[in-house]
């Protein structure tokens, strides 16, 4: 029923879909089941020392029409790639990405899919509809728990809706049906013959009032004592963007797309469900069950084919564009499929305050056929599209012992990971065929004897990969982690805070193995583990009712330096043997990579009136590796700096570097008895340099420098009655045309996009 439909109707929702259910999970529970991120306020976010918290409301508020929109404005995190990526979200958090260094955890399992890009490197995606999600939790730095094994950056938790999300106040049962319109794109008619695919006729505007794609969501939830049940549909359908028109002379010969004109390649649509059920088997024991799927159909380009073009260069009778037209390669639709599986049991005496104990299994299953193989892994007029799998599955178990003599409560655990990736044609062999495995045990003591609190925690892990293709097998020693922390409660509102912590990552699948893609281990220089120094100090503080009644402030500084010693990059590796030099794009240590800055935020809340504001302020980076120095053209060599603070041509940490300043200021009033919201915010970031000849020799036309921008959005939410809410969003209100920080090519991203919304319950 739902694969017919077609949102081309602004409110149009789907029959709700009766999902077959298998298995869920949570990381924590509360009396009713749902998994609890910490103390959420779901109207907006809440900040502790550790992390940040954004609720539903502000996923929503900022939802955009890339699920990666939903994360920006979030101070320290930045999302790679957000236009090219498929869908998909690739994030890094104060300037760490990929690789396993900030982990997505949905529901519990570990939504991580690595994928190949060419000469842009890798990309960890994470396949999920955020109008699906429900809660964030961003954790920065290093942080002590089950997931956080290599997370040398940060770490990612979301929740998917829950029965609190869906039903009315006082009932058990309800239905949520949800809807949003969007102008400012358009499907692109995709020629069914590779030739028309390179030559796809750009189109030039379309009207600002066609509102001809959309998305929509169906809900069901019930509970009682014993059972709680979630059911869950969403699809969205996405077509090109056009981009932005003030402000495009800035970029000279790095703009490719004109001002107003389409962006090929970012066309979208996909189809999301989430089962949960949750079993109360008595009043110690919980057992829940989670499974996602996720299929869609995306848009996305690799580096060396993002040119306009009046002849492919291998056409011989050289085309051309008609008059008045511009044509760029505009592919078919890859494809991904994710299903997730998990299942969670918890065990909580009520009269023992030494058990409370978790066990949790998890699998999840990517099928993916998109275009990023490599020369071989397909036509070349396809490009390159390749088929692979990406497999991953753990257990975890762990429990929290409280003492009663002391103020002490004691953390354990242990946990192991697997993942396979593999092509899904025998004789494929530009895809990865192996297998990674990883364990660890932890142990986190924290004292509360106030006004101090102390936590310290230690985590040991060992990993090991098989590469299939080769027949070899690497084996990283075991490492340990150490955390530390150490909070002042100065008052009952201010909290003074410092942090360190020294973790360890073990090279990933794709960073230990080889194949026919750009990218591979190199056996004559194995790979080193990368060594995190992270050190903060900050402090924060809450208060309430200090100029009126109902109302909320909070305020918060740090000071973070975050210290990665044999940073992994993808790079041209060079070496001499003899009299002769040795080149290959592969995988190298630097010496370090550095990041440092102060991040400041605060807001403020009361019946009327809501601001929050965030501040970061990055020092120079240091980027430093010997080897990436050395730059070798034809007999020439050349030694550039050993430390520079934009990174090196041939590598791909200058993508994940983020601008040096970034602010973000939302304000917003609350009027007919707080029915109505009306709000803006301002986004600002500082100017971006990468470096000159950034991937030149490879085909990329790659972005060398990203100019300074402001993006104001506005945002309306109007409550008709408790059933029914109506949404209107303007995202990029003064229609710029800018890049997104951490993009590799040219892609703008969209210009000023009107959307409408709404929600309703019974």
């Known amino acids: 029923m739902c694969n017919n439909l077609k949102i081309n109707n602004p409110l149009i929702l789907c029959g709700f879909l009766a999902i077959f259910f298998n298995t869920s999970t949570v990381s924590a529970e509360d009396n009713r089941g749902e998994m609890t991120l910490g103390d959420i306020d779901i109207t907006g976010r809440r900040e502790s020392s550790d992390s940040e918290f954004i609720g539903r409301e502000q996923i929503d508020r900022f939802r955009g029409t890339g699920n990666g929109d939903a994360l920006s404005g979030i101070r320290g995190l930045q999302v790679n790639s957000l236009r090219n990526e498929a869908g998909a979200i690739d994030v890094g958090v104060r300037g760490f990405q990929g690789e396993g260094r900030v982990p997505v955890i949905i529901d519990g399992s570990l939504q991580s ?381 201010i909290d003074l805070y410092a942090k360190a912590s020294s973790t360890w990552r073990s090279p990933s699948l794709f960073e230990s193995t080889r194949s026919a893609q750009t990218y591979n281990y190199d056996p004559n220089r194995p790979l080193k583990p990368e060594n995190a120094w992270n050190r903060e100090v900050g402090v924060s503080g809450q208060f309430s009712d200090v100029f009126t009644k109902d109302e909320k402030i909070s305020v918060k500084v740090d000071y973070f330096n975050n210290h990665v010693k044999d940073f992994i990059s993808a790079n041209m590796l060079k070496y001499q043997r003899g009299e002769d030099w040795r080149s290959s794009y592969s995988f190298l240590n630097f010496d370090s990579v550095t990041m440092k800055g102060v991040e400041l935020a605060a807001s403020y809340d009361n019946p009327r009136f809501f601001a929050d504001a965030s501040a970061t302020f990055y020092r120079k980076p240091e980027i430093c590796s010997r080897d990436a120095a050395v730059e070798r053209y034809f007999d020439e060599v050349m030694v550039g700096p050993s430390c520079t603070s934009v990174g090196y041509a041939l590598s791909m940490v200058s993508a994940r570097v983020p601008p040096r300043r970034a602010y973000n200021l939302t304000v917003g009033t609350r009027l007919l008895d707080g029915d109505l919201t009306l709000g803006s915010r301002l986004r600002y970031h500082s100017g971006k340099q990468n470096p000159e000849g950034w991937l030149q020799g490879t085909g990329a036309r790659a972005v060398v420098g990203i100019p300074s921008e402001k993006l104001v959005d506005l945002f309306a939410r109007y409550r008709v009655n408790p059933q029914l809410d109506l949404t209107f969003n303007v995202d990029n209100l003064t229609n710029r045309y800018t890049f997104d920080p951490g993009t590799v090519i040219s892609m703008p991203m969209p210009g000023r996009t009107l959307r409408a919304g709404m929600e309703f319950r019974f």
């Not at 009043?283 to 073009?309: C, I, P, T």
């Not at 009269?351 to 998109?370: H, I, M």
């Open 113 to 493: 899919t690595h994928t190949f890009r060419g000469y842009q490197g890798e990309s960890d995606r994470t396949y999920i509809d955020m109008d699906l999600i429900s809660q964030v939790q961003v954790d920065r730095g290093a942080t002590p728990g089950k997931y956080s094994t290599g997370a040398v950056g940060g770490l990612v938790q979301m929740k998917t809706l829950g029965v609190d999300d869906i039903l009315l106040p006082g009932e058990n049962f309800g239905l949520l049906f949800k809807g949003s319109t969007y102008n400012n794109n358009r499907k692109p008619d995709i020629p069914g013959d590779e030739t028309g695919q390179q030559r796809y006729l750009l189109s030039d505007r379309i009207h600002s009032g066609r509102f001809n794609n959309g998305a929509g969501t169906a809900a069901l939830a019930w509970q009682s004592d014993a059972i709680d049940l979630v059911l869950a549909y969403s699809r969205r359908s996405v077509g090109n963007y056009f981009a932005g028109k003030r402000g495009s002379r800035r970029f000279g010969d790095d703009r490719v797309v004109d001002p107003g004109q389409e962006v090929v390649n970012t066309s979208y649509q996909s189809d999301s469900g989430i089962a949960k059920l949750g079993l109360n088997l008595n009043d110690n024991q919980r057992l829940s069950f989670n499974y996602r799927r996720h299929v869609q159909k995306a848009g996305e380009v690799m580096a060396a084919y993002w040119y306009k073009q009046s002849n492919d260069g291998d056409d011989t009778t050289s085309w051309t564009s008609p008059p008045g037209k511009d044509a760029m390669p505009q592919w078919s639709l890859g494809s991904a499929a994710v299903n997730a599986a998990s299942v969670d049991y918890a065990y909580q005496p009520q009269d023992s305050a030494l058990v409370d104990f978790n066990l949790g299994l998890w699998k999840t299953a990517a099928r993916l056929d998109q275009h990023n193989g490599a020369w071989g892994a397909g036509r070349a007029g396809d490009q390159y599209k390749l088929r692979y799998t990406d497999d991953r599955q753990g257990i975890n178990l762990s429990n929290r012992s409280s003492l009663r003599a002391i103020p002490l409560s004691l953390e354990y655990g242990a946990a192991y990971d697997e993942q396979r990736m593999k092509p899904r044609a025998k004789k494929d062999r530009v895809a990865r065929d192996g297998r990674r495995h990883e364990r660890s045990a932890w142990l986190n003591a924290t004292l509360d004897y106030a006004p101090v609190t102390v936590a310290l925690g230690s985590k040991i892990h060992r990993a090991g990969v098989t590469d299939y293709r080769y027949q070899t097998h690497t084996d990283n020693r075991a490492k340990t982690d150490l955390f530390s922390q150490v909070t002042l409660h100065v008052t009952h509102n």
